[in-house]
C-alpha cells in the first residue's frame, strides 16, 4: 500500500509540473512569429526613418531615380510601377488558367485523375524560383523575341508570364479546396432543375465558393509582388518609369537584392533606401493580406 501510494504521488507531482510548463512552453513557441513580426517592423520603421531624414517625401515619391548619380535620387514610382505591371501579368496568366484547372479538378475530373493531376500540379511550387528565373530568361524570353521583335532581352512580359505559373499551384489549389466544400445538396438541387455540368460549376459553385476563390487570388498576388529571383534575372535593372512591359525595368524586390549585393555601403543613403523600399513592400503585402482576410470574411458562405 506505501508504494503504491508512493507511486501515485509522484505521478501526480509529475503530472501537476507538466500541467504547468506545457502551457508556458506553447506560448513561448506561439510568440516567437509575433516576435519576430515586431522585430522586422521595428527594424525597417528604424531604418526608413533615418532614410526620411536625408531624403524629402516629394523625391521619395517621384519617378527619378538614381541611387548611385552625383546627385543621387530614390524616387521609389519606377519600382512601384515595375513590381505592379509584372504581378499584373502574372495574374493575367495565373487567374484564368488556375480557375479553370480548379473547375475542371472540382467538378470534372474523375477522383483517379484528380488524385493524378493534383500532386502533379502542385510540383510547380517546388521548383526552386532561380530555376524559374532562368528559365524565364534563357527560354520563354527567345521565344517571346520570335512574336515580338521589340522585345529587349530584358523585359517585364517574360518573368511576368513565368511568375505567373510560378503562383498557378496557389490559385488552383485553394480554388478547388473552396469548390470541393461547397455542399453535394447544393449541386444536386441545380441538376434536378435541369441544370448541365458547366451550368451547376459557372451559376452555383463557383458563386458558393467565391470567398476562397478571392483569397487564393489575393493571396497569390501577393506572392507575386514578394518574388525576388525570377525579376531579378529576367526583368533586367533599368530605373526608368514606363509602362511598356517589352522593355526592362525594376522591381522593389530587384532593387533590393542589387544594392544588397554590395552597391550601397552601410550607412549611407543609399543603404537607408533599401529599408525604406522593403517598408513599402512590406506594406503592400500587409495591405493585401488584409483584403484577403476582409474578402473573405465578407463573401463566406456559411452551410
Not at 510601377?81 to 495574374?91: D, H, P, Q, R, Y
Not at 525576388?228 to 526608368?240: C, D, H
Amino acid at each position: 500500500m506505501n508504494v503504491r501510494a508512493t507511486i501515485k504521488d509522484n505521478f501526480a507531482k509529475k503530472k501537476q509540473t507538466t500541467d504547468k510548463a506545457m502551457p508556458i512552453f506553447f506560448f513561448v513557441c506561439a510568440s516567437v512569429s509575433v516576435i519576430t513580426t515586431i522585430g522586422i517592423v521595428l527594424t525597417l520603421i528604424t531604418d526608413a526613418y533615418k532614410f526620411f531624414q536625408k531624403v524629402a517625401l516629394s523625391d521619395f515619391f517621384s519617378t527619378n531615380l538614381a541611387p548611385l548619380s552625383t546627385e543621387p535620387h530614390f524616387g521609389i514610382l519606377p519600382l512601384i510601377n515595375g513590381t505592379i505591371l509584372t504581378s499584373l501579368i502574372a495574374m493575367a496568366v495565373a487567374v484564368p488558367l488556375g480557375l479553370t484547372a480548379a473547375m475542371y479538378l472540382s467538378e470534372f475530373a474523375s477522383d483517379r485523375v484528380r488524385r493524378l493531376l493534383k500532386p502533379m500540379m502542385e510540383l510547380l511550387a517546388g521548383v526552386p524560383t532561380i530555376v524559374y528565373g532562368f528559365f524565364a530568361y534563357s527560354f520563354v524570353t527567345p521565344l517571346l523575341m520570335k512574336i515580338i521583335p521589340t522585345l529587349e532581352a530584358k523585359n517585364a512580359l517574360s518573368p511576368g508570364i513565368v511568375m505567373g505559373i510560378m503562383i498557378l499551384p496557389l490559385v488552383t489549389s485553394l480554388s478547388e479546396d473552396a469548390m470541393r466544400s461547397v455542399p453535394a445538396a447544393m449541386r444536386e438541387g441545380a441538376y434536378g432543375l435541369g441544370s448541365t455540368k458547366l451550368e451547376v460549376t459557372v451559376k452555383v459553385v463557383i458563386p458558393a465558393a467565391i470567398s476562397g476563390i478571392m483569397a487564393s487570388f489575393v493571396l497569390a498576388i501577393s506572392r507575386a509582388i514578394g518574388e525576388t529571383m525570377i525579376v531579378t534575372i529576367a526583368s533586367g535593372s533599368s530605373k526608368n518609369f514606363t509602362f511598356d512591359i517589352t522593355q526592362s525595368m525594376q522591381t522593389m524586390t530587384a532593387y533590393i537584392v542589387e544594392f544588397t549585393s554590395g552597391d550601397a555601403g552601410s550607412g549611407t543613403t543609399g543603404y537607408y533606401s533599401l529599408y525604406a523600399v522593403g517598408l513599402m513592400l512590406f506594406l503592400f503585402t500587409l495591405v493585401l493580406n488584409l483584403a484577403a482576410q476582409y474578402i473573405s470574411k465578407k463573401f463566406r458562405e456559411e452551410y
